[in-house]
């Protein structure tokens, strides 16, 4: 049994090991992609053979407000040399936040064979292990993207005002500053906050990174997590769950968590989020 | 009000100027492998939580000393080894703040971070970043009031 496997997972597969980076990383059939906060990080050092996927350009649509559509994402499957049957493994900075952030965009095309490296380009760098700045170049497929599929892991706010009234579970990721509405917006970074603070009517504050260790980012054992979402948050696995922050990135985290690690059928994240719940008019808020 | 320091504009005029994005990029680590930590006449470990960047993920610190001259010397310390953006920054305030009239110094806006990184920072990094700016501009501004009493 593997260190990852020994942690109670309810889909160990979702996370892969530095050790197993290391082995496999030549393997044709997966391709290694960083996701990084810092846009440097990447051009700095990677992972030999690992391309980027940049949150920006890579990710959003490049005007409205939303992700990227059925044609851009064969386009980046195109540009990164996968395909259908590609697995990708996902890793990068900030605990893994963008890294599961990327893998949570890639399942609204459908593409489950996605993974995250453990512990993320950090645990990598601490190990000793080769970074390189040689960008790889792969050979473009022929991927033909499926339509967007939001239903299954992404909730809009008609949605979440359902879930609200129905007295739904919901975890707010933010931190308990944010939860709480002492803190509006980031200061001196008003444009980006929101004009009430606050919480979402029953959501439980579980900020995303307790979910990992501090010492190497790695996630904490699937007991260790259990006791955060279920005897702090009160939820359960068969609850019908939405997750959200402030725009849905740190929320994918949770979401990872959620469903992969501790199997829960049913997450959806809301990737509105406060910027877009807490500027709406007439909707509920609790302090 | 107080015009930008001379060497900070021409650091932000010559980062405009590369319009692709992988050679800003490119740039900016070129800068970043630049970076030397505060000297140990200056600042030892632990650093004091006084001089640490608020809302830094990259542990920033920011340090001054005071020139005979009434000018102000910079000095940076980036403890996350993935700061790199941190760092890049760090050269460029300590290159060109460094030795510059404390009145233009504490003109220096935090937003100077999006000509120099461009417009594709997420919050958190933007924030982290210009608050070092913030800190370089505090203790700009401490200065000129020790200077005026």
Not at chain 1, 87 to 92: E, K, R, S
Not at chain 2, 26 to 55: C, G, K, M, W, Y
Request: hydrophobic share 35%; net charge negative; proline share 6%.
């Amino acid at each position: 049994m593997s260190e990852i496997e020994s942690r109670g997972y309810a889909h160990p597969e979702a996370l892969v090991s530095t050790d197993w980076v290391a082995e496999h990383q030549k393997d044709p059939g997966i391709r290694l992609v960083e996701s990084n906060e810092d846009p440097l990080l990447y051009s700095s050092g990677h992972i030999p053979g690992a391309v980027e996927v940049d949150w920006t350009r890579d990710l959003n649509h490049p005007v409205q407000r939303d992700y990227l559509g059925r044609e851009g994402f064969e386009k980046l499957m195109r540009r990164i040399g996968a395909d259908k049957d590609t697995t990708v493994i996902f890793y990068g900075d900030r605990n893994n936040w963008w890294a599961t952030y990327a893998l949570w965009v890639f399942r609204l095309f459908g593409h489950d064979k996605a993974k995250v490296m453990d512990g993320g380009r950090i645990k990598w760098a601490k190990e000793g292990r080769p970074l390189t700045k040689e960008v790889p170049s792969y050979p473009e497929t022929q991927y033909r993207a499926p339509e967007r599929d939001d239903a299954k892991v992404r909730a809009y706010r008609d949605t979440v005002l359902k879930h609200v009234e129905g007295k739904g579970k919901m975890i707010d990721v933010r931190s308990p500053q944010e939860y709480s509405g002492e803190r509006l917006h980031m200061p001196e970074y008003p444009n980006e906050g929101a004009l009430r603070g606050g919480h979402i009517p029953g959501a439980a504050n579980i900020p995303w990174a307790r979910a990992v260790n501090p010492d190497d980012g790695t996630f904490k054992t699937a007991e260790e997590l259990r006791g955060l979402y279920e005897n702090e948050a009160k939820l359960t696995p068969k609850d019908d769950v939405i997750v959200y922050c402030r725009i849905g990135e740190r929320s994918s985290h949770t979401w990872f968590v959620l469903t992969q690690l501790l199997g829960y059928k049913q997450v959806r994240n809301y990737d509105g989020s406060w910027t877009e719940w807490g500027n709406l008019v007439g909707v509920p808020i609790e302090k | 009000m107080a015009q930008l320091p001379e060497k900070l504009t021409q650091t932000i005029e010559a980062l405009s100027l590369v319009s692709d994005r992988a050679e800003r990029i490119q740039t900016l680590i070129d800068l970043a492998e630049r970076f030397h930590e505060v000297p140990p006449e200056i600042a030892r470990r632990p650093f004091s939580s006084l001089n640490e960047v608020p809302a830094c993920e990259s542990e920033a610190y920011v340090f001054k000393e005071r020139r005979p001259d009434g000018t102000l010397a910079f000095h940076f310390a980036v403890e996350n080894p993935q700061g790199v953006s941190a760092k890049a920054l760090a050269v460029i305030l300590e290159g060109a703040l460094s030795g510059a009239p404390p009145e233009q110094v504490a003109a220096v806006e935090p937003d100077i971070v999006y000509k120099i990184f461009g417009p594709e920072l997420s919050m958190g990094k933007s924030m982290g970043l210009m608050s070092m700016v913030g800190m370089v501009q505090a203790e700009a501004k401490k200065a000129l009031e020790q200077k005026g009493r």
